[in-house]
């Protein structure tokens, strides 16, 4: 099988991680071509990586034939229209959350690519290939906490840049949950309602952080996310789970423990997500890029969560923000799926 040969567009933080990931970790695929919206930063990359270019325009590069498949790491408000043309060009890709800004042009894109016919585009909710995530998984599937009922999670960032607001803290941080509560359960989030305590003293002023999200599953069960992006601490994720016949619970940092001065004792914290989710971007990437080499074989050239899956969780992210400004419960209606994907 010849290497597989990537766009990534997008380079800012995590475009960069993937240009690096991809460039020394993953089989079977390479680097062809970088573009960024700062040209100077894309052309820097390229120079330090054998048999890439930087393109200027996001929508050449997934035109570009000598570009197989494509990354998305853009600013969410340009993925409709890259995707749209990823689906017009055929081209496999893997897009960062959010699938796109609004409720309206997500499920436009799911309908599209269903009229295709073809599996074209993953979405990157990447906790889904954490070992943790897929031992609880596991665990829940092989019915070992008999029914699950209740979700808990705390969702903590050190810190976040200046510019992060309150509804970023929905669409930004809580939208892995939603994934995580979707992907755990198996079932669509019915409703949402936002609660705001009282701000963290050391929050940039007008932010509300944390948040309390309270979602509804199709099947009644309970999720609650403490969110809190401004905790001066560390990267925490825990997600417990209880059930029927028990409780399990993950993202716990129990790694070395040791007694490092008299009287106290303890480990490393989780500094950020590329820490705590590292490993798990590796095997989503090189789980999609096997899957992109076989696509033609299936018609799917996905290996994860699905365009679906990014409406799905746009759409439980836009009724959190209404619920953020009212304060109250809010429905999500989803449209139908079998409907659109003819299954
Ligand atoms: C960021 O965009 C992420 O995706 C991180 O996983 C999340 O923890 C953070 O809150 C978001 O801003």
Redesign the pocket.
């Known amino acids: 099988m010849t290497e597989l040969r990537v766009a990534v567009l997008g380079v800012g933080l995590i475009g960069a991680q993937h240009v690096d990931r991809i460039h020394r970790r993953i089989k079977g695929a390479r680097v062809a071509v970088v573009n960024d919206y700062v040209a100077e930063k894309a052309e820097q990359l390229a120079a330090g990586i054998d048999g890439c270019r930087a393109v200027s325009d996001p929508l050449d590069a997934i035109a570009d034939p000598e570009v197989d498949a494509v990354v998305l790491a853009t600013p969410g408000p340009t993925h409709e229209k890259q995707l749209l043309t990823c689906l017009e060009h055929g081209k496999p890709v893997l897009c960062e959350k959010p699938l796109t800004t609004d409720v309206e042009t997500s499920l436009e894109v799911v309908k599209r690519e269903a009229e295709l016919g073809r599996r074209l585009i993953q979405v990157g909710f990447m906790r889904r290939f954490d070992d943790e995530y897929a031992a609880l998984r596991a665990m829940i599937e092989a019915g070992e906490l008999g029914e699950p009922l209740v979700m808990h999670c705390a969702?903590r960032?050190p810190a976040?840049p200046q510019s992060f607001t309150s509804e970023?803290v929905v669409r930004?941080?809580l939208v892995?949950e939603i994934d995580v509560a979707r992907f755990l359960f198996g079932e669509e989030v019915t409703s949402i309602q936002m609660v705001k305590p009282a701000a963290n003293p050391s929050a940039p002023d007008g932010l509300a952080d944390p948040q309390i999200a309270i979602l509804r599953t199709a099947g009644g069960k309970h999720v609650d996310v403490e969110l809190f992006?401004t905790t001066g601490i560390a990267y925490e994720v825990r997600t417990e789970v209880v059930g029927e016949k028990g409780s399990a619970m993950i993202g716990l940092d129990v790694n070395l423990i040791r007694k490092s001065a008299p009287g106290s004792w303890g480990g490393a914290v989780t500094p950020s997500?590329k820490e705590r989710f590292g490993r798990a971007f590796d095997t989503e990437i090189q789980r999609w890029v096997d899957a992109v080499q076989q696509g033609s074989a299936t018609g799917n050239y996905t290996d994860g969560p699905g365009a679906w899956d990014g409406y799905a969780a746009t759409a439980v992210c836009e009724a959190g923000v209404e619920s953020l400004h009212s304060g109250l419960p809010v429905q999500v209606a989803l449209a139908d799926r079998t409907t659109i994907e003819g299954a």
């Open positions: 969702h960032n976040v970023m930004d941080s892995h992006v997500f």
